[in-house]
Structure formats: structure tokens, C-alpha cells
């Protein structure tokens, strides 16, 4: 079976203009989640997607950054008027059904952003 | 906050060292614990993880990793290490109530042969 896919796995962009990184989950899978890892910061939760529940945007860290998924599957992550300190790998995770129970988030091969 | 500390940021061992990476994290309550593996050019993947049960849990490669409640670490170890183990290797926490996960700075390992 396929694993977690990001698209595009590399995005070059000039400060103040916008991106949309793409992922698909693990088919099934309901949970889905972004994080960020950048250097001197490491991997940084952003947000969290469960079935139809209200995203957890806890770790979006301005708006700037905002996200949908659409269908309950393939999620797309905005970046509006990108700043160099976007600089980062985005990585993106699914699980199944959380309802409770514990259960392990399989990450994807990231999208790698250079803001110039 | 819950927040996750690895002491050893660089680590550098001949091959057939004993390896023993530290994790330490700050939370109180139930929490489930995992060890993530990024090897050069791949994505993160999951090495082991502790949930419940027997605080010492084996995962992939010979890696296995002790949870001691009272010291709130879950240290990672393997008695043999190979020149295939360079990587970069991430604690991670993830407490009840709570989805996502908190992620130590990361150790990278690098193996010589």
C-alpha cells in the first residue's frame, strides 16, 4: 500500500509571494497532520485534522498559514505572503481513527520550501 | 507545555559500539512515547513506540527503549551498532487529550565504519 505523498517535494519562491503544498494521506487513514521542521527549531506541530471535527490550529504560528482538507482526504497547506523564515521542510502525517485510541502517525517525504 | 529534551544533539561511535541515546520529557499524566528514525535522503519513520505494558519495548533494527515513568525518560539503545544506523534519530511525546506530537531536537548519529 502507498504511503503518505506530499507534492511538490521541492518549492523555490520569492518573499511575499503565496505556495500550497499538498498531501495525500494513507488511504483510510481519517487523522491528518502538518508540522514543520526547520533548523534550530525541529519538527513544530502546526495542525491537526480528525474526520469532520474542527481542525486544531494550535500550532499555526501566524495567519498567514492556513489549511483545508477537502473530502476528508487530501489536505492542502496555504502559505500567504511567504517570509524567508518560512524556510523549512513541511512535513505531513496521517493515523487512523483517533477516537481514544492511541495510534501511530506515518509521515510523508516532506516538501522542502526556499523562500529566496 | 509539554516539551522533550535529547541531551546528545551529535553522536559518534565506531561500529559494534553500544549505543544509548537520552530523552527526557516534561508532562505528568498518561502519555504515549515514540522513537522516530530519518536515515539520509528518507522520511521520518517510526523505530518503536510505547503506549502501555511492559515498559521496555523492541522495535526495528535491534533498537529498543526503556520507560521509566519516575524519571520521565525513554531512552533509546541498541548493543551492537551498524554503519547502516547514521541517522538522525527524534523523541517524541504525545500526552492524553492532546493529538499531536512534541518532538526532541533530534541526535544525529553517525556510525564509522
Known sequence: GAGVSQSPSNKVTEKGK?????????????ALYWYRQSLGQGLEFLIYFQGNSAPDKSGLPSD??????????VSTLTIQRTQQEDSAVY?????????????????GPGTRLLVL | ???????????????????????????????????YV??????????????????LVKGIKG??????????????????????DTAEYFCAVRSTG??????GTGTRLLVSP
Open chain 2, 63 to 84: 533498537f529498543e527503549a526503556e520507560f521509566i515513568k519516575s524519571k520521565f525518560s525513554f531512552n533509546l539503545r541498541k548493543p551492537s551498532v551498524q554503519w547502516s
Open chain 1, 18 to 30: 503565496d505556495v500550497e503544498l499538498r498531501c495525500d494521506p494513507i488511504s483510510g487513514h481519517t
Open chain 1, 64 to 73: 498567514r498559514f492556513s489549511a483545508e482538507r477537502t473530502g476528508g482526504s
Open chain 2, 98 to 103: 492532546f493529538q499531536k506530537l512534541v518532538f
Open chain 2, 1 to 35: 507545555a509539554q516539551s522533550v529534551s535529547q541531551h546528545n544533539h551529535h553522536v559518534i561511535l565506531s561500529e559494534a559500539a553500544s549505543l544509548e541515546l537520552g530523552c527526557n520529557y516534561s508532562y505528568g499524566g498518561t502519555v504515549n512515547l515514540f522513537w
Open chain 2, 38 to 55: 530519518q536515515y539520509p535522503g528518507q522520511h521520518l519513520q517510526l523505530l518503536l513506540k510505547y503506549f502501555s505494558g511492559d515498559p
Open chain 1, 91 to 107: 512535513l505531513c502525517a496521517s493515523s487512523t481513527t483517533t477516537s481514544g485510541a492511541w495510534e501511530t502517525q506515518y509521515f
